[in-house]
C-alpha cells in the first residue's frame, strides 16, 4: 500500500469540506485515527468511505458506504473490524460473499418451504407421465383432475352440489409438510367416507410424489416414501383381485336383459363388449371414422399401445349399423362429453331382469375370454383382440394380421351367439335377428 500524505483527522466538517480536483478521477483523504479508512471523492460530488489493507502481499478496497449512509464513528468500527479480519490471514470480501451466499440459501429455502402441493399440481397435471408413457391417458387425467377438484358444483345426477375430490385438503399442504403422519392424517379422514377411493387416490398421490422426487428444484422438499410407511399401507384396504364373469347358463338371461333396455344405445354398447373384449373406455370413445365397415375392421384407443386393430364380426357389424349417426362417437350420447359415459344403471337393470346378483362391466371383458376359450379359439389370439400386453402363452404369442385374426374372433362370437340362443343370419337386413328359447 503507497504511503498516503493526504491524512487527517476526519470530523464532520473536513468530510463535508472535501472535494475532488476536477483534473482527478478521484481523490483520497485518509484518517489518521483509524489508518485502513479512508473517504473517498470523486468529481460528481459522491463520497463514500473505503476500507484498504494489505493481505497475502496484495492490495485489497472495499466499499463501506456513503456518507449520506455512514457516520464517521460508524465508518471507523466497520474498518477496525475488517482490519482485525486482515490480520487474522481472512479475506473479507470471501466472509462477505460467504454471507450473501448462506442469506441466499436461506432466502430460497423459505421460499421453498412455501411451495404447496396445489402450487406444483397444475404442472403435474401438464408434464407428468406414467413410465414408459409419453403422456397420461385422458381418461386418467380427468381421473386425477376430478381427485383434486374443490367441489362445490350442481351435481349432473340427483340433487345438490358435489363434494370436493379426496385429494383436494393436500392441495393446501406445503410440499415439506408432505409426510407419514400428514398423510395418514389425511387418509384416515377420507376412509371414513370410502377406503377404496381413499386408497386409489393415494396411488395417485403418490405418483405426484416420485414425479417430485425427480425434479432437481422439488426433490429436496418432498418424502418420496411417505405414501409407503408401514402405518399407511397397514391401513389400506385388501386388494382383492375381482374373477367376477357370466356363467355359461347366466349368458341367455343377461343377454336378454341387455336387449330388452330401452336404451338401445346402452344395449348395444353393452353387447359390444362381450363380443370383443375390450376396456369399457374404448369402446365408449370408438368413433364412426374408426368403423371400416367395408373391410370389416375396428380400430380401437389401446391401453398400452396407442391403438389396435381388431375384426369387425358380422353380427356387431350389424348392430352397429343400426345406430343412429348424432355425432361422430358410434355410442354418442346428448351430454357434455357427446359419447356414452357410465352404463352401470341400465346393467344393474339387465342384472335384475336376468336374475344375476352381480357382475361388473369389467366382468363382460373377463367373460369374453372365457367365452373365448370354450368356444376354442387360442389364447394368443384373444389376447391379442383385448389388447393385453404382448406375452408368453402357451401357444407361444405371435402377433397376427387382422386376417388372420377374423376367424377366431367370428368363432367366438357365433359361440356366445348360441350361448344366447340367439339365430343371426350375416345375409339378412341390419336387425332382422330373433331369439330361440333354449328347450
Known amino acids: 500500500m503507497k504511503q498516503q500524505t493526504n491524512r ?23 484518517d489518521t485515527d483509524t489508518p485502513t479508512l479512508a473517504l473517498r471523492a470523486t468529481p460528481t460530488g459522491r463520497k463514500t468511505y473505503v476500507f484498504e489493507a494489505r493481505l497475502n502481499g496484495s492490495t485489497i478496497r472495499i466499499n463501506i458506504g456513503t456518507l449520506a449512509d455512514w457516520p464517521i464513528k460508524q465508518a471507523r468500527t466497520k474498518a477496525q473490524g475488517l482490519k482485525m479480519l486482515v490480520d487474522a490471514g ?8 460467504d454471507r450473501l451466499a448462506t442469506k441466499a440459501a436461506a432466502k430460497a429455502a423459505a421460499a421453498g418451504q412455501a411451495v404447496t402441493v396445489g402450487d406444483v399440481w397444475p404442472r403435474y397435471l401438464e408434464d407428468g407421465k406414467p ?9 386418467y387425467r380427468a381421473d386425477l383432475e376430478a381427485m383434486a377438484a374443490p367441489g362445490g358444483e350442481k351435481k349432473k345426477r340427483g340433487e345438490g352440489n358435489t363434494r370436493p375430490g379426496p385429494l383436494f385438503p393436500l392441495l393446501a399442504l406445503a410440499l415439506s409438510r408432505v409426510n407419514e403422519d400428514t398423510l395418514k392424517s389425511w387418509y384416515d379422514r377420507e376412509a371414513l367416507t370410502g377406503k377404496h377411493q381413499a386408497a386409489r387416490a393415494l ?8 414425479w417430485c422426487s425427480a425434479k432437481p ?7 418420496r416414501d411417505a405414501g409407503k410407511a408401514a402405518a399407511i399401507v397397514e391401513a389400506l384396504p385388501s386388494n382383492t383381485r375381482r374373477t367376477d364373469a357370466l356363467e355359461a347358463a347366466q349368458v341367455p338371461g343377461w343377454w336378454a336383459g341387455v336387449e330388452q333396455l330401452n336404451n338401445r344405445t346402452a344395449s348395444v354398447y353393452l353387447r359390444a363388449l362381450l363380443l370383443t373384449g375390450a376396456r369399457r373406455e374404448e369402446i365408449a370413445a370408438l368413433m364412426w371414422a374408426n368403423v371400416d365397415f367395408q373391410w370389416r375392421k375396428l380400430t380401437i384407443a389401446d391401453k398400452v399401445d396407442a391403438t389396435r386393430v381388431i375384426p369387425l364380426t ?33 346393467h344393474t337393470k339387465a342384472l335384475q331382469s336376468a336374475g344375476i346378483e352381480s357382475l361388473t362391466i369389467h366382468g ?3 367373460s369374453f375370454s372365457l367365452l373365448g376359450e370354450s368356444a376354442g379359439a387360442p389364447a394368443g389370439a384373444i389376447a391379442q383382440v383385448m389388447g393385453h400386453k404382448p406375452s408368453a402363452t402357451a401357444e407361444g404369442y405371435r402377433p397376427r394380421s387382422v386376417d388372420a385374426l377374423r376367424p377366431y374372433l367370428a368363432q367366438i362370437e357365433a359361440h356366445i351367439l348360441e350361448q344366447a340362443g340367439i339365430v343371426f343370419d350375416a345375409k339378412a337386413a341390419p336387425g332382422a335377428l330373433r331369439a330361440v328359447q333354449a328347450a
Open 364 to 366: 363382460l371383458r373377463r
Open 8 to 30: 487527517v483527522n476526519l470530523t464532520a466538517g473536513r468530510v463535508d469540506a472535501f472535494t475532488c480536483p476536477t483534473d482527478k478521477p478521484q481523490a483520497f483523504l485518509w
Open 131 to 139: 413410465k414408459r408413457k409419453d403422456a397420461f391417458k385422458p381418461r
Open 314 to 346: 358380422p353380427y356387431l357389424a350389424q348392430q352397429l349399423a343400426t345406430l343412429p349417426r348424432i355425432n361422430e362417437f358410434v355410442f354418442a350420447s346428448t351430454g357434455k362429453a357427446g359419447r356414452i359415459a357410465d352404463t352401470r344403471a341400465s
Open 203 to 210: 396411488m395417485m398421490f403418490r405418483g405426484f410424489m416420485r
Open 217 to 223: 428444484e422439488y426433490r429436496a422438499l418432498i418424502d
Open 90 to 97: 481472512t479475506d473479507p470480501r470471501e466472509v462477505e460473499r
